[in-house]
Nanobody
């Protein structure tokens, strides 16, 4: 059982930056693919970014060029650097871990989820 805890959310203005962290309880974190998803009020959960166990990354078109996903396996922690934030980025951000996945873009592929951290971007 992998426990994930997100941190780093907050209230910022448009154009600001935030870095989210996802701390994993599992020492074999390096064996997992990791993803970030977000859910805004009244909307469905959507894919944001993912990083595979070997370091390959994929991003949603809406965040490409602004967000960067990374991981530090020695610290069992994943990160999401968010730059040039927009009001439409406002959501609860969740990190997730997958043991096996055919597509890192699908939430159903992930086995473990964190509780989420709120990101609010004011205009």
């Amino acid at each position: 059982q992998v426990q994930l805890v997100e941190s780093g959310g907050g209230l910022v203005q448009a154009g600001d930056s935030l870095r989210l962290s996802c701390a994993a309880s599992e020492r074999t974190f390096s064996n997992y693919h990791m993803g970030w998803f977000r859910q805004a009020p009244g909307k469905e959960r959507e894919f944001v970014a993912a990083i595979g166990r070997y370091g390959g990354t994929v991003y949603a078109d809406s965040v490409k060029g602004r967000f960067t996903i990374s991981r530090d396996n020695a610290k069992n922690t994943g990160y999401l650097q968010m730059n040039s934030l927009k009001p439409e980025d406002t959501a609860v951000y969740h990190c997730a871990a997958a043991d096996r996945a055919t597509s890192l873009l699908r939430g159903k592929e992930y086995d473990y989820w964190g509780q989420g951290t709120q990101v609010t971007v004011s205009s």
